[in-house]
């Protein structure tokens, strides 16, 4: 223990906190459009693999490359999974992580551990900072992090690394890659547009700085406009590029893909491709391929419906919190959507799903009364859906909500009510498990803006009278109090402060299941998950 300034004790740092902390010195901007992101001082990234040893073990490490806008991460996945299954060992890099750094890394698709992601960590950053100079000053944070994965996939000798894009393509720092087995680029839209450009073009244009001389790439059915500019620099580069349809969901002898949504179907063609393209690409001819779209090899069905982790996204939460007293109560349904495109599929997603969980199935007469009971109970609740929303000032709330909000109705899925909070977890910062304290001097402009937004669109389509009013029985003393609260929408000073009225709310209307849809922002998610989950 240490003593604090005024006496009391505190903890001391554990190693691991020691390494966030250095870690958070390298976040030097808090915007994302700083000159690393725009390609300023790229040429450095060759002088960090030197001085980290890096430049033979990337040549002869055997990378699937993956670039986009949307399903990205969830190609990545599905791609390490389908190869694991095929028994191969394996290295995935992604980004961002939600609770904790290591997420970032995964061998066998599995967390790195602790203790190896600390003897990689000071390694890395210990020879950097002697090696430190003005022409070679220490790396931006996600220039370290991508310089640490492939440290950690060399000295674990994988099979094959699998990296997802940070932002752009062309200039991320996995693009000091040469020499991929293949490269693969999602689903593109508008995002990142301040960095990236502001048509599907120049976007497309970024995301195909993956591409490498003669490598063969593989992308999904894309718009017009952005398909002729990938065309274009595949034929400047000699590069095969193919697009792939989405797996054909009887291929995989009644299961479900490990990822939810319907979506995530295109993501698991991109990936059949990849992997396949690997296989062949690496000489191992004795695995099966999937040469034709009638059938998969076992271990590619294997890989794609196995259970794999990608949180936040399409993740469905209960509250651990409240479900011990009455479960299914109050729910999360959690995914990182920002752009447009992606805020219409997941809500597709959601309301597919709330619609799937309010469908009660028959009990078996069989069963115990005290089960028809219960099921009786839950039967007689009223679902009502809540929107848990934020993001960053750079997104355009005109193109999201209304996304969002019209999405939902046509499924007939109306929002009783929308929560819009700060963020709680800080841009300089890498936290651990735990959420930094609340600033009660937080800045709720944005949040307030937000709001309006919401509350005209509102005012154009008119409230759905059909869905019981659960929301507005008269505010208890114990109950926590939003910053301010209109008709269809309410700000809250912090996340905590939104979660505790949720959780008050379900206690005090026993006659309603909450059911929760928080998006906008992978960090919201993240925050959410970290005071939902014990």
């Given at each position: ?42 040429d450095v990234l060759f002088d960090y693999l030197r001085i980290l040893e890096l430049e033979e073990p990337i040549a002869q490490m055997k990378i699937i490359h993956v670039a986009g806008t949307k399903g990205k991460g969830s190609t990545c996945t599905f791609s390490e999974s389908i190869l694991r ?39 890395s950053f210990n020879r950097l900072k002697e090696k430190a100079s003005d022409d070679v000053p220490m790396p931006t944070y996600f220039r370290f992090l991508a310089l640490l994965a492939f440290k950690i996939f060399a000295g674990e000798k994988v099979d094959v690394a699998i990296l997802e894009v ?125 040469e034709n779209t009638t059938s998969l090899p076992e271990q590619f069905i294997k890989g794609l419906t196995a259970t794999v982790s990608l949180q936040g996204r399409a993740q469905i939460v209960p509250d651990d919190y409240t479900n011990n007293d009455s479960p299914g109560d109050l729910t999360f ?202």
């Amino acid at each position: 223990m240490v003593q604090d300034g005024d006496g009391s004790s505190a903890p001391s740092q554990t190693p691991y906190e020691a390494a966030l902390e250095a870690l958070s010195s390298l976040i030097t901007k808090r915007s994302r459009a700083d000159t690393s992101n725009k390609g300023g001082g790229f040429d450095v990234l060759f002088d960090y693999l030197r001085i980290l040893e890096l430049e033979e073990p990337i040549a002869q490490m055997k990378i699937i490359h993956v670039a986009g806008t949307k399903g990205k991460g969830s190609t990545c996945t599905f791609s390490e999974s389908i190869l694991r299954h095929c028994g191969f060992r394996t290295g995935l890099f992604t980004s961002p992580h939600l609770i904790d750094v290591r997420e970032r890394f995964r061998l066998d698709g599995v967390d790195i551990s602790e203790e190896k992601f600390l003897e990689y960590f000071w390694w890395s950053f210990n020879r950097l900072k002697e090696k430190a100079s003005d022409d070679v000053p220490m790396p931006t944070y996600f220039r370290f992090l991508a310089l640490l994965a492939f440290k950690i996939f060399a000295g674990e000798k994988v099979d094959v690394a699998i990296l997802e894009v940070g932002l752009g393509g062309k200039f991320d720092a996995t693009n000091v890659v040469q020499a991929p087995v293949v490269c693969g680029i999602s689903s593109l839209g508008y995002d990142h547009m301040e960095i990236l450009g502001y048509t599907l073009g120049a976007i497309a244009g970024e995301k195909a700085g993956i591409f490498k001389q003669g490598v063969p790439a593989f992308t999904v059915p894309q718009p017009d406009e952005a398909m002729r500019v990938l065309e274009d620099k595949a034929s400047l580069l000699s590069v095969p590029l193919q697009t792939v349809p989405p797996v054909n969901a009887s291929l995989l002898n009644g299961l479900k893909l490990g990822l939810e949504g319907e979506h995530q179907y295109v993501n698991a063609g991109l990936a059949v491709a990849l992997c396949s393209t690997w296989l062949q690409g690496t000489g191992h001819l004795g695995i099966t391929h999937p040469e034709n779209t009638t059938s998969l090899p076992e271990q590619f069905i294997k890989g794609l419906t196995a259970t794999v982790s990608l949180q936040g996204r399409a993740q469905i939460v209960p509250d651990d919190y409240t479900n011990n007293d009455s479960p299914g109560d109050l729910t999360f349904y959690l995914d990182g959507a920002h752009s447009p495109e992606s805020m219409e599929i997941c809500a597709r997603w959601f309301s597919l799903s709330t619609k799937d969980n309010s469908q009660e199935k028959v009990p078996d007469s069989s069963r115990s009364h005290d089960f028809v009971q219960s099921h009786a109970d839950v039967k007689a609740k009223k679902n009502s859906q809540i929107l848990l929303f934020n993001c960053m000032s750079v997104r355009d709330p005109q193109l999201l909500l209304p996304n969002l909000m019209k999405t939902c109705a046509s499924h007939g899925v109306y929002f009783k009510k929308a929560l819009f909070v700060p963020n709680t977890s800080v841009y300089h910062k890498v936290g651990s498990h735990s959420l930094p304290p609340t600033d009660p001097q937080v800045d709720l402009s944005w949040q307030f803006s937000l709001q309006r937004v919401w509350e005209n669109l509102m005012g154009n389509k008119g409230v759905d009278d059909k869905i019981p009013d659960t929301l507005s029985e008269e505010l208890r003393d114990d109950m926590e109090m939003p910053v301010k609260n209109c008709e269809n929408s309410a700000v809250f000073s912090s996340l905590p402060s939104a979660i505790k009225w949720l959780r008050d709310s379900v206690r005090h209307n026993q006659s309603a299941r909450f059911q929760v849809r928080v998006t906008g922002s992978l960090h919201l998610v993240g925050d959410v998950l970290r005071l939902v989950k014990k």
